[in-house]
Nanobody
Framework: EVQLVESGGGAVQTGGSLRLSCARS????????VAWFRQAPGKEREGVAW????????HYADSVKGRFTITSDKDGTAVYLQMRSLKPDDTAVYYC?????????????????????WGQGTQVTVSS
């Protein structure tokens, strides 16, 4: 069973950068779909970045496009979210997620709501 453990959250000022990491273990296949979601206080959880390996593709929410980059290690043991030009609106708990199933693009993955395996989350706070 896939397990996900996030790290790298913290507090930064507006315009700063952070890199979130997600350690991935227990997987069997080398084709997978991973994503980063976030949930701000009082708001619903929202997806911000998706990555598939077969086919290789990425997709971003409009709110983070051009500022966030999702990548993964070649061996599939880690997924990253590089965040730049951070804004106070980016403040949230960030979750690494694996969307079970294969053969779809990252854009298609945005419509898949289950089954999803979640990490425990890591807090990102951006101050003005």
């Amino acid at each position: 069973e896939v397990q996900l453990v996030e790290s790298g959250g913290g507090a930064v000022q507006t315009g700063g950068s952070l890199r979130l990491s997600c350690a991935r273990s227990g997987f069997t296949f080398d084709d997978y779909t991973v994503a980063w979601f976030r949930q701000a206080p009082g708001k619903e959880r929202e997806g911000v970045a998706w990555l598939t390996t077969r086919p290789q593709s990425t997709h971003y929410a409009d709110s983070v496009k051009g500022r966030f980059t999702i990548t993964s290690d070649k061996d599939g043991t880690a997924v990253y979210l590089q965040m730049r030009s951070l804004k106070p609106d980016d403040t949230a708990v960030y979750y690494c997620a694996e969307i079970l199933g294969r053969g779809f693009t990252a854009a298609q993955a945005t419509q898949i709501k289950s089954p999803i395996i979640w990490g425990q989350g890591t807090q990102v706070t951006v101050s003005s």
